[in-house]
C-alpha cells in the first residue's frame, strides 16, 4: 500500500476486527451446543429438522450486530 | 390464497353390508381424509372394524411380490392397476417367485465361487475337508468341488448309484462335496452333480491337501479351467437375471399397484368404528366437493346410508389442505419443513412464495452466479423428480438472483469492462475503489460492493417492511381468534412501538443513512409524536402480553429482529469478496506469468467460484429460510396443524 496508515486508523481497524471476531467465536461457541443437540434430536425425531435448523441458526444474529457495528466504527473514520 | 381450502366434516353411518361399497366409492373420489377412529374407553359403544377377510391373502401376494422387486433390482415404471383376478395373479407371482428363485440361487453361489477363486481361498476351502482316502480302489472315480444345495439332498439322489459314497462340509455356507464311485459309474455321476451346479476343485490344489492317489476322477478337468467356467456362468446367469427383468417389470409394478389398492380397502375398516351390525366414518372433505361426495355415496348404496356434511366446530383439528396456484407450491414444503399452519390462521406460504425468492436473489444477487444455478437445478429436476418441488423454489430463487445480479452489476464477481469497451460505449470512467487507475464499471443501478452503508440500509428497510407484514397478518389472525380489543393489545401496540426503533436506528445509531434515511424521514412523523406512540404502545404490549410483553419492550426484542436483517447485505458481501479474491488471484496469476499462466488461473477460477456457488446456495437459502422462520413467524405464526391425507390412489 502507498499511503501511510496512522495509529488512528489502524485502531479503528483492529476495534472492527475484534468486534466481528469476538462476536463470531461467541456465535460458534453457542452454535456448537445448540447444533449438537439440535442433530441430536433430529436422529430421534426427522421431523424436527425445521426447528432445529432455526434454533441452531438464532446465535448467528451474534456476529451480524457484531458486523453491523464494525460497519458503524469504521464509519467513523469515514 | 392466505387460507387452506375450506373443510366440511363427513360423517357417514349406515348397516356394516354396505361398508365395503362406501370405502371403496371413497378411495375413487380420492377426496376425502379419513380420521382414524380410536377406542377411547372399554367401555366405548363402537369398536375398530376388521379389515375385509381377504387381506390377508392381498398382503402375502404383495410381499412376493416386493421381494421380487428389491431381489431382481428392478427400477420403478409408471404403470395402470393389473387389472387380472386375485387367483391369475397370485399364480403368476409365485411362478415368477419360484423362477426368480432359482437364477438368483445359482448367481448367488457362482458369485460365491468366484470370490473363493479371486481371494485364493480355494486351499482353504480344501484344506477344511479331509476325506480318507487310504481305503481307496485305485479303479475308483472321484469328483470334489463344490456344490449348490445342500448334502443332504445330494446323499438321497446318491443312494440310487450303487457303489457311491459321499464325504461332505461346508466352507463360508458353500457346502463341499468329496464323491467316490466305481469308474463305471462315472458318466452318470457326473451328470447327477450337473444338476448340482457342481464346480470341481482344481488337481493340484486336493493334492497338496490330501494325497489323493487315483488320478482318473479328474479326466474332464483342465488346471485353473473352472475359474473360467465360474465366470462364463455367471454371465449366463446375468443374460437369465436380465431376461427375467425385462419379462416381468410391467407385471411385477402393476401388480404392485393394484394390491397396495386392495390392501389400502381392505385394511381401511381399521380406522372406522363400528358395532355389530353398524359403522360409523369420520372424515373430511373440501367444502366444494361436498355435493358430489355425497351424491355418489347415495348412488353406491341406494341411499341406504345416512351421510351428514357440518361446518367445522371450535376445537377441531381440521386438515390442512393447501389451496395455492402452482407457482405458489413449491413453497408448501418450506411448511412442511417447519409446522403447517392451523385450520384457522392465515397460511403465510404466499408471503414465502414473494419474500424468499427476493432475499435469496439480494444475497447471491450475481448474473454468473445466478445462471449457473439455475442450470444446476433445471438438471437436477431431470434427475431427480422427487425433489421436484423444492427444486422448483430454487429456481424462482436463482432467477432473482439473475435479476440482482443485473441491478448490482455482477457478473461472476467481475464488476467492470475492458477498458477499451469502456471508451467505445462511451461509459463513464471511475477511480478503482480497490487500488489505482480507473475502470469502466457496466452499467448498473447500485453498487452494493461500494455503497456498504447504503447496502445495510437497503437490508434493514427490507427487515421493517417485512416485520410490518408480519405484525399486520398477525393483527388479522388475532381479529379472527379473539377479536379487535386483543388484536390492538397485541400486535396493534407492537406496530405503535416500530416507529421509535426505525428513529433510534436512523437518528441515533446511524444504521440507516443515506437516502434510505431521507426517504425514512420524509414520511416519519415529528419525534414527540413518535415518541408518544412508542409509550402507547409499550402500555398496550405490556397489557396484552403481560410479563413476556414487558420483557421484550424493555431489551427492545423488535430492534434486535430489524437488525437481523443486516445478514442480507453481510452474505451478500461475503460472497461478492470471494468472487473478487478469486478473480483477482486469476488476473495476477495470468499477469506475472504470462501464457503458461492459464493454466493456474483457470484452475483457481473453477474451484474458487465452485466453492463459491456451493457457499452461495447453502448460506443465502439457510438465511432467507430463518429470517421467515424466526423474525418473520414469530410475529404471528402459531402453526400445529395436520396435513390433508386423501384416502385413495394418488397418496
Redesign the interface.
Known amino acids: 500500500m502507498a499511503t501511510e496508515i496512522g495509529i488512528g486508523v489502524g485502531l479503528v481497524a483492529l476495534s472492527a476486527s475484534l468486534a466481528v471476531g469476538m462476536t463470531a467465536f461467541a456465535t460458534g461457541i453457542a452454535e456448537k451446543e445448540i447444533g449438537a443437540a439440535a442433530i441430536g434430536a433430529m436422529a430421534e425425531k426427522e421431523e424436527l429438522f425445521g426447528k432445529g435448523l432455526i434454533l441452531t441458526v438464532i446465535p448467528e444474529s451474534l456476529v451480524i450486530f457484531g458486523l453491523v457495528v464494525a460497519i458503524l466504527i469504521i464509519g467513523m473514520v469515514g | 390464497m392466505l387460507r387452506p381450502k375450506v373443510m366440511r366434516r363427513l360423517t357417514v353411518l349406515g348397516p356394516k353390508s354396505l361398508m365395503k361399497q362406501v370405502i371403496s366409492q371413497l378411495y375413487e373420489l380420492d377426496v376425502c381424509h379419513i380420521e382414524d377412529f380410536t377406542k377411547k374407553t372399554d367401555k366405548d359403544y363402537f369398536d375398530l372394524g376388521e379389515p375385509f377377510e381377504d387381506n390377508e391373502r392381498f398382503s402375502e401376494i404383495l410381499v412376493k411380490v416386493r421381494t421380487l422387486i428389491s431381489n431382481l433390482g428392478i427400477k420403478k415404471i409408471d404403470v395402470q392397476p393389473n387389472k387380472e383376478s386375485v387367483e391369475e395373479m397370485a399364480r403368476r407371482t409365485d411362478e415368477l417367485y419360484l423362477e426368480a428363485q432359482k437364477i438368483l440361487s445359482r448367481r448367488e453361489y457362482f458369485s460365491q465361487l468366484k470370490k473363493f477363486y479371486d481371494s485364493k481361498a480355494i486351499d482353504k476351502a480344501a484344506s477344511l475337508f479331509k476325506v480318507g482316502t487310504e481305503k481307496e480302489d485305485p479303479k475308483a472315480v472321484h469328483f470334489f468341488g463344490f456344490i449348490n444345495r445342500n448334502q443332504s439332498e445330494l446323499s438321497v439322489d446318491l443312494k440310487n448309484i450303487e457303489g457311491t459314497s459321499l464325504y461332505t462340509g461346508t466352507y463360508e455356507g458353500i457346502t463341499v462335496a468329496c464323491v467316490f464311485a466305481g469308474s463305471k459309474k462315472d458318466k452318470e455321476v457326473k451328470e447327477l452333480l450337473m444338476q448340482y451346479d457342481f464346480s470341481p476343485i482344481d488337481e493340484p490344489v486336493v493334492k497338496k491337501h490330501h494325497d489323493m492317489k487315483s488320478a482318473s476322477g479328474y479326466r474332464f478337468l483342465k488346471l485353473n479351467h473352472e475359474q473360467k467356467v465360474i465366470e462364463d456362468q455367471l454371465k449366463d446367469i446375468e443374460k437369465d437375471v436380465a431376461k427375467l427383468k425385462f419379462d416381468s417389470t410391467e407385471f411385477l409394478f402393476s401388480t404392485e399397484l393394484r394390491l397396495k389398492i386392495e390392501t389400502d380397502k381392505a385394511e381401511a375398516p381399521l380406522r372406522i368404528g363400528t358395532t355389530k351390525n353398524i359403522f360409523v366414518l369420520k372424515g373430511w372433505v373440501p367444502a366444494d366437493k361436498e355435493k358430489h361426495v355425497g351424491k355418489m355415496l347415495e348412488d353406491a348404496t341406494e341411499g341406504k346410508v345416512m351421510v351428514k356434511f357440518e361446518k367445522p366446530k371450535k376445537g377441531d383439528n381440521v386438515p390442512i389442505h393447501f389451496n395455492h396456484p402452482k407457482i405458489v407450491q413449491p413453497f408448501e414444503s418450506f411448511m412442511d ?3 403447517l399452519p392451523s385450520y384457522k390462521e392465515i397460511d403465510p406460504t404466499f408471503f414465502m412464495f414473494i419474500t424468499f425468492p427476493i432475499f435469496f436473489g439480494f444475497m447471491l444477487g450475481d448474473v454468473g452466479y445466478g445462471l449457473v444455478t439455475l442450470i444446476l437445478f433445471l438438471v437436477l429436476k431431470v434427475k431427480m423428480p422427487s425433489a421436484k418441488n423444492i427444486l422448483n423454489a430454487f429456481i424462482l430463487a436463482s432467477i432473482m438472483s439473475i435479476v440482482f445480479g443485473v441491478v448490482f452489476g455482477e457478473y461472476m464477481g467481475f464488476e467492470d469492462l475492458p477498458p477499451e469497451w469502456g471508451q467505445a460505449w462511451g461509459i463513464e470512467p471511475h477511480a478503482a475503489h480497490h487500488g489505482d487507475g480507473i475502470v469502466y464499471p457496466i452499467p448498473r443501478l447500485f453498487a452494493r460492493g461500494v455503497e ?2 447504503d447496502l ?1 440500509s437497503i437490508s434493514v428497510l427490507f427487515g421493517i417492511v417485512h416485520i410490518y407484514i408480519a405484525l399486520v397478518i398477525g393483527f388479522v389472525n388475532i381479529v379472527n381468534a379473539h377479536g379487535v380489543k386483543h388484536a390492538i393489545l397485541e400486535k396493534g401496540g407492537w406496530m405503535l412501538i416500530m416507529p421509535m426503533m426505525i428513529w433510534l436506528l436512523a437518528n441515533y ?3 440507516i443513512t443515506g437516502f434510505v434515511a431521507d426517504m425514512i424521514a420524509s414520511i416519519m412523523p415529528p419525534l414527540p409524536i413518535v415518541a408518544a406512540m412508542f409509550v402507547i404502545g409499550a402500555i398496550l404490549t405490556i397489557i396484552g402480553e403481560g410479563v413476556q410483553g414487558a420483557i421484550e419492550v424493555l431489551f427492545l426484542s423488535i430492534m ?1 429482529n430489524i ?2 436483517y ?2 442480507l447485505m ?1 452474505v451478500g458481501l461475503a460472497s461478492l469478496s470471494l468472487a473478487l479474491v478469486v478473480n483477482n488471484l486469476a488476473g495476477d496469476m495470468i499477469a506475472s506469468m504470462g501464457a503458461i499462466g492459464i493454466i493456474p488461473a483457470a484452475l483457481i477460477l473453477v474451484l474458487g467460484h465452485g466453492i463459491n456457488i456451493a457457499l452461495g446456495i447453502l448460506s443465502p437459502f ?2 432467507a ?2 429470517l421467515h ?2 423474525e418473520f413467524f414469530n410475529k404471528f405464526f402459531k402453526g400445529g396443524g395436520k396435513k390433508f391425507v386423501s384416502f385413495g390412489q394418488t397418496h
Do not use: D, K
Open positions: 419443513l417447519y409446522t456498504i452503508r445495510l445509531l446511524n444504521v434486535s437488525l437481523s443486516a445478514r453481510a439457510l438465511h429460510l430463518r422462520y424466526v
